[in-house]
């Protein structure tokens, strides 16, 4: 069988045109008295502000400060890149690619861009991860090279919504031009085939804070300013310093039984409080919950099996993640059940594996927020370090590690 080489690869992209590189009331009960307004989240950012593209960094992960609203997520597979250089190849290819989208007035290949975002690029960011197969091709000792494990609650999942080789995420105030440039970006790829994709949306944010679809404020305690972001979510050193793992969980909610439950008993399955996101073993919003505070009869305030408690980095002796949750809804399930396929694509970032892994073991055997949760798709990507005119994207990848060439033999870095 015949081996798709590189040019193959690169073609798509370039016919993309990149050139060289490649009052009726019913039964509702509404309440007379209106409760008291909750505190409203500022608005978020309009949308006129550009991302910069390049830096020590890809965009889209912790740039700009407050997440877009919108964005399109699509997990692919490239059966075709079998060798490190295709790996190089595609990596360099999307980042031209990238660069032609969101500075338009960079690119050779200006064009083609400009045909797709014809307003300009707003504030659309997209990054790009690796999955572990394409991590192996190239090192399987690299960080990233790790499939996810399956977890207790994954029973359900389909074969075929596990993993991937490509992570495509896009950004937007404007939700036409992240899907866009999602659809731009996957038809430029040879071979390329969608394991799946989805719309996402998030509400009004505070920075990272935003109000998830239980109705809870969601994104407080995350690694906020760069030394907490250097400390818990950059690889540090390596080939791939500047990179970070990214775990992608799609969790279905049965928002409308976690809904159904007395208030109370939400913000006990949380750890917070419903009104204002503070712990309830007290503080403000943006407070960390204090696990040992007791009642006067000597019961933990902040109950044993709430979500908070459960995912503290104190029980797993892991890092902070950066959580960058967004909603998803894709209207009502074909099942006769009338609940909804919808819910929240849990999006973490973290230097390490095992920082989630640990995490989403124990929420599996003390918290009962995960009752409401069914995982619909799963997979960790490699993000590889950020990119500029002068350092493709994924330059890194091969340096400091022997690669396998096309013809088998080992090559020194
Ligand atoms: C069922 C879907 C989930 C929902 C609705 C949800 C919601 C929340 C909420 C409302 C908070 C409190 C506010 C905050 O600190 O941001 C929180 C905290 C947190 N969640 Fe989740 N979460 C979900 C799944 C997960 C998963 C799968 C993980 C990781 C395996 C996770 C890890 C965390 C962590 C680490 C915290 C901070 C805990 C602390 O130190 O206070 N969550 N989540």
Redesign the pocket.
């Known amino acids: 069988m015949s081996t798709p080489g590189r040019r193959d690869v690169l073609r798509g992209l370039a016919a993309a045109g990149l050139g060289a590189a490649a009052g009726v009331a019913g039964g509702w009960a509404v309440a007379e008295a209106q409760p008291a307004a909750l505190p409203a989240l500022p608005e978020t950012e309009p949308g006129s502000r550009r991302v910069e593209p390049h830096g020590a960094h890809q965009a889209g992960i912790a740039r700009p400060a407050t997440p877009q609203p919108h964005g399109v997520m699509v997990v692919l597979d490239l059966a075709g890149v079998r060798f490190p250089a295709d790996v190089r190849a595609v990596c360099a290819a999307l980042g031209l690619a990238i660069t032609a989208l969101t500075r338009p007035e960079d690119g050779s290949a200006g064009d083609a861009a400009r045909a797709e975002l014809p307003d300009g690029p707003g504030d659309l960011t997209v990054t790009v991860g690796l999955g572990p197969r394409l991590v192996g091709l190239v090192d399987p000792s690299l960080p990233g090279g790790e499939e996810l494990p399956r977890f207790a609650s994954d029973e359900g999942l389909r074969a075929d919504r596990v993993g991937g080789d490509l992570l495509l995420v896009a950004y937007s105030s404007d939700p036409n031009d992240a899907d866009r440039a999602i659809r731009w970006l996957t038809g430029g790829i040879a071979d390329a085939a969608v394991r799946w994709s989805q719309r996402l949306f998030r509400g009004p944010s505070r920075g990272t804070?935003t109000r998830?679809?239980?109705g809870?404020?969601?994104?407080?305690?995350?690694p906020h300013g760069d030394r907490e972001l250097d400390e818990h979510v950059w690889i540090a050193d390596g080939p791939l310093a500047g990179g970070t793992i990214c775990?992608v969980?799609r969790?279905r909610?049965d928002t409308g039984r976690f809904r159904a439950e007395p208030e109370a008993r939400q913000e006990a399955i949380?750890?917070?409080r419903r009104h204002d996101?503070a712990?309830l073993s007290g503080g403000g919003p943006d407070d960390?919950?204090d696990l040992l505070a007791k009642t006067p009869d000597g019961q933990f305030v902040l109950p044993a099996r709430s979500?908070?408690r459960a995912?503290?980095?104190s029980f797993t002796g892991s890092a902070?993640?950066l959580?960058r949750?967004y909603a998803f809804d894709d209207g009502v399930l074909d099942d006769d059940s009338g609940r909804r396929d919808a819910?929240?694509m849990?999006t973490?970032f973290q230097r390490e594996l095992r920082t989630?892994v640990q995490?989403?073991h124990r929420?599996d055997e003390t918290d009962d927020?995960?009752a409401?949760?069914i995982p619909t798709a799963s997979a960790t990507f490699l993000i590889l370090p950020g990119f500029a005119p002068d350092q493709p994207l994924g330059a890194t990848l091969c340096a400091g590690a022997p690669t396998r060439q096309r013809d088998g033999a080992i090559s020194p870095p």
């Open positions: 804070v998830n679809p239980l809870f404020h969601d994104g407080i305690i995350v775990v969980r969790l909610l949380v750890g917070r996101g712990p960390e919950a979500h908070v995912a503290h980095p902070l993640m959580r949750g819910g929240l849990f973490s989630f995490t989403q929420l927020l995960m409401f949760a």
